[in-house]
């Protein structure tokens, strides 16, 4: 390498903009900035959002794909985000392969629960493009409101939190009926999460088709099972979902929610990105996955429910061990809680923006 290629280098590196530097974090290059999300930045912490949720249901919202990209926005333009992940819900396809779905009160519901081998061969397989349109329609609205600068980000729900809603029809402490079936029936939980899987496919396809700069996967209750259950019923879904992305050049992020005894799975997934939550600490993280994969995450967001300083403060504790990792993207460990104040999530963001190594 001449004197002329390292001007070349050093000069593409500082002109990168946030868009730039979160796909190089994302492919493990060093950036000139670290790109930082939130997972749930859009949501009831937000006035701007409880506004709109006052005159729409939920649903109507995700279904709309001109107020997910309004809601999508909003913490773009209140927090100064260069990241966006468009607005939209985990369950939208199990109600497109055919269970009932509402929000209420006590969070989502699924009626009519998966609990045999009858119920899953019940299930319908759906094409995304007529029975989902909406997180691929408010990708192309947002593609061009949030710019060419800055990165958005399509998700899904992974196999395995996806079956847990649809065996239990709502959220669950203990998951007693997906793992009676899991272990009583393991065949029929085989081909639940293999109907799951082969949907949410082509769910992310069009979302990457759309526009979609990463697609994340999110697996809320994966953390749940033990190393031997996660190899034998989640890992081979996981490897095959993201393997049947891969043509589509983007980077595929792998959210488990306490996943310190899986972390080995996830690097060895063939996800991009590893994204996790704050109960493993950084040396170890970056340590087991040893240079395979790019991490995201990885603060409390239980953080930011005290003060702006002490949120900025564990920002700058966090981005002390993670900053030395060559593709680190700052997040939280799970989604901005409800009770959150604005001025905490700002600040977060402003300290990461401020950060100098
Ligand atoms: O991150 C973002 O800004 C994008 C939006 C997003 C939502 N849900 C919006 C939402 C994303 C990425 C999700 C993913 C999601 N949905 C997950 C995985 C992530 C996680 O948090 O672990 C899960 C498990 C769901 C299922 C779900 N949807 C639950 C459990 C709830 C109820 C939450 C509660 O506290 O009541 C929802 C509803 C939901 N999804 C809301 C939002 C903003 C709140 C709904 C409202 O406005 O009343």
Not at 49 to 75: D, H
Not at 331 to 352: H, I
């Amino acid at each position: 390498m001449n004197l002329g290629d390292n001007v070349i280098n050093w000069t593409m590196q500082t002109d990168m903009t946030p868009r730039e530097s979160f796909l190089a974090a994302c492919n493990q290059q060093a950036v000139p900035e670290i790109p930082v999300w939130l997972m749930r930045q859009a949501g009831r912490y937000m006035p701007e959002y409880q506004a709109i949720r006052s005159k729409v249901s939920f649903l109507e919202l995700c279904k709309s794909p001109e107020l997910c990209c309004e809601v999508t926005m909003q913490p773009i333009d209140i927090l100064g985000l260069d990241v966006g992940i468009i607005f939209s819900d985990i369950l939208l396809p199990p109600e497109a392969m055919g269970m009932n779905l509402e929000f209420t009160d006590k969070g989502p519901q699924l009626g009519a629960p998966i609990r045999d081998l009858a119920a899953v061969e019940a299930l319908v397989d759906f094409d995304p493009v007529e029975k989902t349109p909406w997180p691929a329609e408010a990708i192309r609205l947002t593609r061009p409101a949030i710019g060419d600068h800055r990165a958005l980000i399509g998700f899904g729900g992974a196999p395995f939190t996806l079956a847990s809603y649809m065996v239990e029809g709502k959220g669950s402490r203990n998951y007693e009926n997906l793992k009676k079936l899991m272990f009583g029936e393991p065949e029929t939980f085989h081909l639940l999460m293999d109907r799951i899987t082969d949907n949410l496919g082509a769910y992310l396809r069009v979302q990457a088709e759309a526009g979609a700069d990463a697609l994340q996967i999110f697996d809320s209750w994966g953390g749940s099972l033990s190393s031997r259950d996660y190899a034998t019923f989640v890992q081979p879904r996981m490897k095959r979902l993201i393997a049947s992305l891969k043509d589509l050049g983007v980077p595929i992020i792998s959210y488990v929610n306490g996943c310190g005894h899986l972390l080995e799975f996830m690097a060895d997934s063939g996800a991009d990105v590893v994204a996790i939550d704050w109960r493993i600490d950084a040396a170890d993280a970056i340590k087991i996955v040893a240079g395979r994969c790019a991490i995201q995450g990885n603060m409390d967001p239980c953080a930011l429910l005290a003060s702006p300083e002490a949120a900025a403060r564990e920002t700058r504790k966090t981005l002390q061990e993670f900053a030395g990792h060559k593709g680190f993207i700052f997040n939280l460990g799970s989604g901005v809680l409800k009770w959150t104040p604005v001025a905490s999530a700002k600040a977060v963001v402003d300290t990461v923006r401020a950060w100098q190594g």
